[in-house]
């Protein structure tokens, strides 16, 4: 898997003011071997018309010529299910999923294809970079990114990027993941939850691979009014202990194939600790209790 053809997918949604940028980030990558695809989800805006003149400029069709593909859906479908539709388009043996308000680093793709192959594995995720809507650097001074910040920082404390994944979505976004067709098509797609779809793939992801984590900010996360993390509520935390129940329901009945996997047949002490730590002792399958 040194040079393989990796699919850029990217889902938008009336992010008419961010595409030039965003999509100019997937122009500007080291990696030679992309594909893109973009799906617009019936956005209101003129966000249609402006992924139609950016993909016909010169400079796009220089880079891409025959290898963009551009769907239109006629009623909105969902995050969830524009992701999924771009991914069973996709060709590349390699999956990166792009939101159209976010950016790339120049070297992501490249940095992501490296680790993925040094490390042997499937899935991975990058640190973040949080702007807003104009483009000011708020890592620093936004409470929320901050936060987020510390979490990554946090994923050196555990003795795997899996255990991390179990405290918080690690992930940040589904803009932040990069995937094998392969493993997709194992996991399954994503699933129609409106909050925590980005972080439910990653943990079934977990099941099938070790996560690599390139601790790098390769991706800049956009932080304005009408992002989903902006709006969870109540639902999303009903979400979250949802998706934490379908993992540890597989992984403690034996359907882990990554070794390094939290569950109890993995880690047959660290894990019961870990549990009571993180109190993810509610989310655990009954009869693996009443053994703790």
């Known amino acids: ?26 122009a500007a990558q080291t990696y030679p071997h992309l594909e893109v695809i973009i799906n617009d989800d019936c956005s209101p805006d003129g966000s249609v018309a402006e992924i139609t003149r950016i993909i016909a400029s ?17 009623k909105n479908q969902g995050a969830y299910n524009s992701i999924n539709y771009g991914v069973q388009q ?16 120049p070297e992501r793709i490249e940095r992501m294809v490296q680790a993925m192959t040094r490390e042997n594995s499937e899935f991975a995720f990058t640190g973040v970079r949080y702007i807003d809507a104009e483009d000011q650097d ?8 901050k936060r987020y910040c510390q979490e990554q920082k946090n994923i050196t404390r555990f003795p795997s990027v899996g255990f991390a994944c179990l405290t918080f979505n690690m992930g940040i976004s589904s803009g932040n993941f990069a995937f094998t067709k392969s493993l997709y098509e ?12 980005d972080w439910d793939f ?18 800049d996360y956009r932080f304005h009014g009408t992002n989903s993390f902006e709006t969870l509520h109540q639902e999303g935390v009903d979400e979250s202990a949802e998706l934490l129940r379908n993992y540890f329901e597989l992984v ?15 880690w047959p002490s660290f894990y019961h600790v870990f549990v009571h730590w993180y109190n993810l002792r ?10 703790a």
């Open 1 to 26: 898997m040194k040079t393989p053809l990796v699919s850029v997918v990217v889902p938008c949604y009336k992010h008419e003011k961010f595409l030039a940028r965003s999509l100019g980030s997937v």
């Open 58 to 74: 010169p400079h796009w069709q220089n880079r891409f010529a025959k290898r963009t593909k551009f769907f239109c859906f006629e």
């Open 90 to 105: 996709a060709t590349g043996q390699i999956v990166t999923i792009l939101n159209s308000d976010d950016v790339y680093h």
């Open 138 to 145: 708020v890592t620093k001074t936004n409470p929320r990114a």
């Open 186 to 197: 194992r996991v399954g797609a994503f699933k129609h939850y409106l909050h925590c779809h």
């Open 202 to 219: 990653l943990l079934r992801c977990l099941i099938q691979t070790e996560p690599c984590f390139i601790p790098e900010a390769l991706y």
């Open 252 to 266: 403690n009945a034996g359907w882990s194939l990554n070794s390094l996997a939290p569950s109890a047949l993995n």
């Open 282 to 291: 509610p989310f655990q399958p009954q009869h693996h209790l009443i053994a």
